[in-house]
């Protein structure tokens, strides 16, 4: 029954010959196991999954997963990757395909729109976009295939899913303003509330970079008696960020009192200029993605805070609200509630405090509760519009 399937949760009606039919393109059963707790930056909403099934649209041998992101030389891409692959093992899905655009937004759709000659109503693209206006272009590309997509961070001012938009399955959308000011309060309070910092933004074409550095300034229109003595962005890259950071050392020297990164890769790389004039561990770091290395920097006292959206997570979850769609086993999203379609996401605000139980990598049997397909809003912190 699909209530006993690998992506249940919900019970199928008496097996006759459609039933059988259907649970031939269902994935077998699996442990469930449970998801590690995490210390979250809000209250968790768990939003009631859709209560009745659906025709099955595809077989699953039919089904193509598509992981849509910039690159995977950088540790956070590189685990959304690792998640989007966890899942397809898991629900035995052999069509994985990885699209890297390498910073280029129109790369990332005219990639898109290449894979949609073949199978679209198959394919399920799970996308964390090159920049917030590559959204709309790559939903109405869906919307016309028949293909179905998960978007993830950002999107267009007044753009929804349940707004027409059928063929948009989700938005799993980031407080990343909340982020930017959990850490800069951290931040202000390490360095005595006092002194001057320094502050490495993202690419500005983003809205998280954009919201996190808004999170610096709000916790700083707050702290008088903290400046920022200098920002440049080194567009999320930690080889853009080692000089910058050689630079500022010269510049001000001294009166650097802390270093604010929008990411974890641009603070690993103030971090090693930091080491280099022998002064890791002396000058406070904060970063956000919880990256394992960034996690390791935080356990020995070389950066004090970072927040994790989990990229596991990320790279995985719009690829099983696609395979519970394509199965049958909930609704079509056109007749889901609006906040179970552009919800915020958990965070995980990470310090010397909690470091050592987030230092491993998880195993993918920990996200295994996330895909059951009553269970895709399990990390949900209420409506995102």
């Given amino acids: 029954m699909a209530g006993n399937s690998r992506l249940g949760g919900l019970q199928s009606p008496p097996k006759g010959r459609r039933a059988r039919n259907r649970e031939e393109g269902h994935v077998k059963r699996a442990m469930s196991c449970p998801v590690a707790m995490m210390a979250c930056v809000a209250v968790i909403v768990v939003t009631a999954a859709p209560a009745a099934a659906a025709e099955p649209v595809c077989a699953k041998s039919e089904i193509r997963l598509v992981n849509s992101m910039r690159e995977i030389a950088q540790p956070y891409h590189a685990n959304l990757e690792k998640g989007g692959r966890w899942f397809a093992?898991?629900?035995?899905?052999?069509?994985?395909?990885?699209?890297?655009?390498?910073?280029d937004s129109d790369k990332q759709i005219s990639l898109m729109r290449l894979l949609l000659a073949t199978n679209p109503r198959c394919t399920v693209f799970n996308v964390?976009?090159?920049?917030d206006l590559v959204v709309k272009p790559m939903i109405d590309a869906a919307n016309r295939s028949g293909a179905w997509i998960v978007t993830h961070w950002a999107h267009n001012e007044g753009l929804h899913p349940f707004d027409g938009n059928d063929?948009?399955?989700?938005?799993?959308?980031?407080?990343?303003?909340?982020?930017?000011?959990?850490?800069?309060k951290l931040l202000v309070d390490a360095i005595g509330r006092t002194g001057g910092v320094v502050a490495?933004?993202?690419?500005?074409?983003?809205?998280?970079a954009r919201k996190r550095f808004a999170g610096l300034q709000q916790v700083l229109l707050q702290t008088p008696g903290v400046t920022v003595l200098d920002q440049q962005t080194a567009n999320w890259d930690r080889t853009a960020a080692f000089p910058i950071m050689q630079t500022w050392l010269t510049k001000y020297g001294d009166r650097i009192n802390g270093v604010w990164a929008a990411n974890d890769d641009m603070a690993l790389g103030a971090l090693e200029a930091l080491r280099a004039a022998g002064l890791a561990g002396k000058i406070p770091i904060v970063g956000v993605d919880g990256i394992p290395e960034a996690i390791a920097a935080v356990?020995?006292?070389?950066?004090?805070?970072?927040v994790s959206s989990?990229?596991?997570?990320?790279?995985?979850?719009?690829?099983?609200?696609?395979?519970?769609?394509?199965t049958g086993q909930v609704p079509l999203p056109a007749s889901w509630p609006k906040e179970n379609r552009e919800f915020y996401l958990k965070l995980v605000v990470i310090s010397r405090d909690n470091a050592a139980?987030?230092?491993?990598?998880?195993?993918?049997?920990?996200?295994?509760?996330?895909?059951?397909?009553?269970?895709?809003?399990?990390?949900?912190?209420?409506?995102?519009f």
């Avoid at 063929?167 to 800069?184: E, F, P, Q, R």
């Avoid at 933004?201 to 809205?207: E, F, K, S, V």
């Avoid at 920990?366 to 399990?378: G, P």
């Fill in 89 to 103: 093992a898991w629900a035995g899905l052999e069509h994985y395909v990885l699209q890297l655009n390498q910073g």
């Fill in 128 to 131: 964390e976009p090159n920049a």
């Fill in 167 to 184: 063929h948009w399955i989700a938005h799993i959308a980031v407080d990343s303003l909340g982020a930017g000011a959990a850490i800069s």
């Fill in 200 to 208: 490495l933004q993202g690419r500005l074409d983003t809205d998280p």
């Fill in 299 to 306: 356990e020995k006292g070389e950066m004090i805070a970072t």
């Fill in 310 to 326: 989990d990229a596991y997570y990320q790279g995985s979850i719009g690829l099983a609200m696609g395979t519970c769609v394509l």
């Fill in 357 to 384: 139980q987030y230092l491993r990598e998880p195993e993918p049997a920990a996200y295994v509760d996330d895909w059951q397909c009553d269970k895709l809003w399990s990390r949900s912190t209420g409506k995102a």
